[in-house]
């Protein structure tokens, strides 16, 4: 393809390449997310090709390449991608740790433009330029831009009712995605998740994890920070703590003010609309007849 568009939760992204090469080949996980917007939020031209950082830019950012093993985090190399800044263009550098050929890429951004600019260095004629991580720094950005919130979490629906599971690795989210599945449940995702403020207040959208995987949504009726125990454990927290405890599970690059300012009242305003509690949970069908009966 020579451009395509994608549709994901309120966003509409479209990809354009004006040159031969590369054919513009999107992932599995996007296929039933392609979409025929003519208005896109952004535009990202994409280049074949290497693209040299102008040499007085500033590296604001970096991430290291971590890979979660058994539920256990470890970092496999110290470069992974960055964030550059030189006067008013914003730029990420990043790798393609996926890629069969190998390969990098760099992404002018842009908090206020809605035209972006991705090159893309490696063989072949094909390239995805939704390839991990670029997907994942694109959703970011523009969940950021929009005042939205990405975040590790899973969700379910059930009974036209949304919840939203959200902690760390190892904390129970995809455990409890599938308690609730089995219980009948649709799971909208078990891994990362966009809260987005609509005109139907706020909802919850998965973002593609999984090949194939259908584009879902739900109202958020209530979040849950959750760990696992011996019991299940619930307490609502309010104010201060509330915010605070459910921004430390969010997606966030902390290079810039106002990103984290705008991340902390999209916050504020969620917890302000949904309640929020503190769940330590017992692995098996007890802590769905707990939430169901105190809802």
């Not at 599995?28 to 693209?51: A, C, E, H, Q």
Request: glycine residues 6%; contains cysteine; charged residues 25%.
């Amino acid at each position: 393809m020579k451009a395509f568009s994608v549709s994901i939760a309120n966003y509409s992204v479209r990809f354009e390449c004006e040159s031969e090469k590369p054919v513009l080949n999107p992932g599995k996980r996007f296929s039933r997310f392609l979409s025929s917007s003519r208005l896109p939020d952004i535009i990202i031209k994409v280049t074949p090709g290497k693209y040299m950082l102008p040499a007085t830019s500033v590296k604001v950012f970096d991430a290291p390449y971590v890979e979660e093993i058994n539920g256990s985090r470890m970092k496999k190399s110290d470069n992974f991608w960055s964030i550059h800044k030189h006067d008013q263009d914003l730029f990420i550098k990043t790798s393609l740790p996926f890629s069969n050929s190998g390969g990098d890429a760099i992404l002018r951004f842009s908090l206020s433009d809605r035209n972006w600019q991705l090159w893309i260095d490696r063989p072949g004629e094909e390239a995805d330029p939704l390839e991990y991580p670029l997907d994942g720094l694109i959703l970011y950005y523009l969940s950021a831009i929009k005042g939205d919130i990405l975040i590790h979490a899973s969700g379910v629906s059930i009974a036209e009712k949304g919840f939203l599971f959200s902690g760390i690795s190892g904390k129970g989210k995809s455990t409890m995605a599938r308690l609730w599945k089995e219980a009948g449940a649709k799971v909208i995702n078990d891994d990362r998740l966009i809260i987005g403020n609509t005109k139907q207040g706020f909802r919850i959208f998965n973002t593609p994890v999984y090949d194939y995987e259908e584009p879902a949504e739900a109202p958020v009726n209530k979040i849950f920070l959750i760990s696992h125990g011996s019991v299940n454990v619930m307490k609502q927290l309010s104010g201060a703590r509330a915010v605070s405890s459910l921004m430390s599970n969010c997606i966030q690059h902390s290079w810039n003010k106002d990103l984290i300012e705008k991340l902390m009242d999209s916050a504020s305003d969620v917890c302000r609309s949904v309640p929020v509690y503190d769940l330590a949970f017992r692995p098996d069908n007890s802590v769905i007849e707990e939430i169901l009966n105190n809802d």
